[in-house]
Each structure stands twice: as structure tokens, then as C-alpha cells.
């Protein structure tokens, strides 16, 4: 399964923390299929705010977490690759 970012709504306005509780975080990751997958790789635009869903998967139990380093920003610059636009 991919996963885009859940980045922004992991962290707390004013601070660099990721916030909620326990339950709050896998409710999120819950939501998206995310915890029923076998594997889950984590995307963004660059790699970065994926890096802390990949982190809080592994937190809540999950042992198939990977993060695509550099993701859409690597994937974008292939022509020859999928890419679905809404």
C-alpha cells in the first residue's frame, strides 16, 4: 500500500512534536487501510514529512513500514512512470 503524508495533521500547530494520543494516532493510520496492510510504503513530496508516518507506524506495532526517499519529487521527473491527476 502507499500512503501519501499524513505529515501536517501528526504534529501539533505550535510545536515539533508529534501530538494525540496513542489511540488518536492509529484512529488516523486506521482510517486510511494503513494498519490492515502488510506493507506500507510512505510517500510526500520529498521524503521528509513521510519520514514521521513511517516513524509513528512503526511506533504503533506495523513491521512493513519503508519510506520512499525523495518520492514524488524522484517519481515526478520520470515520464516513463505512472502518475494519476485528479
Not at 501519501?4 to 505550535?14: R, V
Not at 510517500?43 to 504503533?60: M, Q, R
Not at 525523495?70 to 494519476?84: F, G, K, Q, T, V
Request: aromatic fraction near 8%; charged fraction near 15%; charge should be negative.
Amino acid at each position: 500500500m502507499l500512503l501519501a503524508s499524513l505529515g501536517g495533521s501528526l504534529f501539533g500547530f505550535d510545536t515539533a512534536v508529534i501530538s494525540g494520543t496513542t489511540d488518536a494516532l492509529r484512529a488516523k493510520f486506521a482510517a486510511t487501510g494503513a494498519l490492515d496492510a502488510d506493507r506500507v510504503i510512505t510517500y510526500c513530496g520529498g521524503g521528509i514529512a513521510a519520514s514521521s508516518d513511517a516513524f509513528v507506524l512503526t511506533l504503533l506495532g506495523h513491521e512493513g513500514v519503508a519510506l520512499y526517499d525523495a518520492s514524488l519529487s524522484e517519481w515526478a521527473n520520470d515520464p516513463a512512470l505512472p502518475m494519476e491527476r485528479d
